[in-house]
């Protein structure tokens, strides 16, 4: 299928892809697709204002009617999901099944959503003073600013979205500047399931904004934006989360991972081979959960990285939309050059590379790019950096304290897991003095988790937690309610204060 005929079976017609400054590349080949008008900072005010207006019409549709609208979403999602996932695929240089996966996820997250929308419980708890009742209520907070990354374009959105619809707040939404598209059709998809939901959806309760960084500032600046979740590198979050704070706004900060697995001495090799590769080849390396440091004990080093060697040669990269294919582009030819630049470094620390370079027979116009397994006599610099590509450092420990500790001694905390059958090993890992991020698996790769569990993690990837469990509470505000229904006056803590 053409480039043309992928974005206009995805709805996207001649008038919205033209006329604007903001080029949009796909990755596969390079080619522009688009030109898109972009949002004017100067109509943020008003746009934020809207978000507001529509809040107050929202917060009052009961949150199960809410769900009704998150419903009709899932059902737009499920009927739109080959030409929404090829999309993707254009956009992003995933491959097909990536894609489908990346929409079957936000499927997901609205049957999810949906069924919050009949629960967003509360507390009663029990009061210290008699004849009184003490509550706990969760309310709509207000516009929900999220802004994305390319690498997840859409699945991240709806996580955000879908929670935030049946918690009675408004979204703007601020996509990548490099995956505007898959943005402006999920803009439409909603628009669809809003105008099969009736009146009482109000207008502007999707807003889509277009454009860099003076438009994403001006949402993590106005107080009118209670909530940002901002998705991406290290770097955009360390700029994003204080600003937010310093307006007493709340952050959710989804950022960098630096995810490890630990191979110890029982560990099924096969399986975990498959793991690994996955983990760290997939989707050319560019998941926040991206298999970037494998901890090998010492015994079985030589034997893994030998039968991930001879696995390595033989995946197939190149175009994404081709059946076969597991390896797609990187995003674009900086992702490419960064990633032999910390090749570079990593060989100047000791490290030896295997594999690695540029594939440039695969599709002319595209950053494909081989993976590469780089063993590193140790973790240095380079290594407790996050880079954004299909780079697999290898190190190796003999007990586990060490390993756990070479684990957690890096700057990022998202996702980790350890291949083991030894279920002293295992539980360690998962103890408080195991992993410390806010994935931690066994068993299991550390990408690619399913939207029912919190998703984030600590130190600089940034604390946020999005998807499943409770993370809906951060899109809430929290009421506390005590009840006198006495005829007396009691005072907590016992005080004495007659008037
Ligand atoms: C991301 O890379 O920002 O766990 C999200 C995963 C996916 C989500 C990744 N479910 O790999």
């Known amino acids: 299928m053409t480039h043309s005929e992928t974005l206009a079976k995805a709805g996207l017609t001649e008038a919205e892809l033209s006329g604007g400054t903001l080029a949009v590349h796909s990755p596969i080949d390079g080619a522009e697709v688009a030109r898109l008008k972009q949002t004017d900072p100067f109509d943020m005010p008003a746009i934020i204002a809207t978000s507001q207006e529509a809040f107050q019409i929202w917060r009052r549709v009961p949150a199960p009617r809410r769900g009704e609208l998150v419903r009709l979403l899932g059902e737009e999602l499920r009927a739109a999901k080959d030409e929404l996932g090829a999309l993707v695929t254009l956009e992003t240089g995933k491959i097909t099944a990536e894609g489908l996966g990346e929409v079957q996820e936000m499927i997901d997250i609205c049957d999810f959503a949906v069924g919050l929308s009949r629960q967003l419980y ?58 505007p598209l898959t943005a402006l059709a999920c803009k439409k998809i909603f628009e669809k399931a809003a105008a099969r939901f009736g009146d009482d959806a109000p207008e502007g309760l999707l807003q889509l904004v277009i454009g860099g960084a003076e438009v994403g500032e001006a949402l993590v600046a106005s107080k009118g934006v209670p909530v940002i979740s901002a998705t991406g590198s290290t770097r955009m979050g360390g700029v994003v989360g204080p600003k937010v704070a310093a307006r007493w706004g709340r952050p959710i900060l989804e950022l960098g991972g630096n995810n490890a697995m630990i191979v110890a001495p029982s560990a099924d090799l096969d399986m975990a081979v498959r793991a690994i590769v ?133 700057p990022q905390g998202l996702a980790s897991c350890i291949f083991t059958l030894n279920v002293r090993e295992a539980e360690t890992f998962l103890s408080s003095v195991g992993s410390d991020c806010g994935i931690a698996n066994v068993n299991i790769g550390p990408s690619g988790a399913e939207i029912g569990g919190a998703f984030g993690g600590e130190k600089e990837t940034g604390g946020g937690r999005e998807s499943g469990s409770d993370a809906w509470k951060g899109y809430m505000r929290r009421q506390t309610s005590t009840v006198n229904y006495s005829a007396e006056l009691p005072l907590a803590q016992g005080i004495k204060f007659d008037v």
Not at 144 to 169: E, H, K, M, Q, R
Not at 313 to 336: E, M, N
């Open 122 to 179: 509360g507390l009663t708890i029990a009061s210290e003073r008699p004849g009184h009742r003490m509550t706990e209520t969760w309310h709509p907070i207000g516009p929900v600013g999220v802004i994305s990354a390319f690498n997840f374009p859409v699945a991240v959105w709806s996580w955000n979205t879908a929670l935030a619809l049946v918690c009675g707040d408004p979204v703007i939404w601020k996509p990548s500047e490099k995956t």
């Open 278 to 410: 996955f983990s760290a080849v997939g989707t050319a390396g560019q998941r926040c959960t991206t298999l970037r440091r494998l901890i090998v004990h010492k015994s079985i080093k030589a034997e893994l990285v030998e039968k991930l060697i001879k696995t390595y040669a033989t995946l197939p990269i190149g175009d994404p939309r081709s059946k076969g294919t597991l390896i797609g582009p990187l995003i674009d030819q900086g992702a490419l050059d960064a990633m032999q630049t910390s090749l570079e470094v990593a060989k100047a620390e000791g490290g030896t590379v295997h594999g690695g370079g540029p594939v440039t027979e695969a599709v002319p116009g595209g950053a494909y790019v081989a993976p590469a397994l780089v063993e590193m006599p140790g973790q240095t610099d380079i290594v407790k950096k996050e880079t954004f590509a299909p780079i697999l450092y290898v190190l190796e420990y003999v007990g586990l304290d060490d390993a756990i500790e070479i684990q957690n001694e890096v």
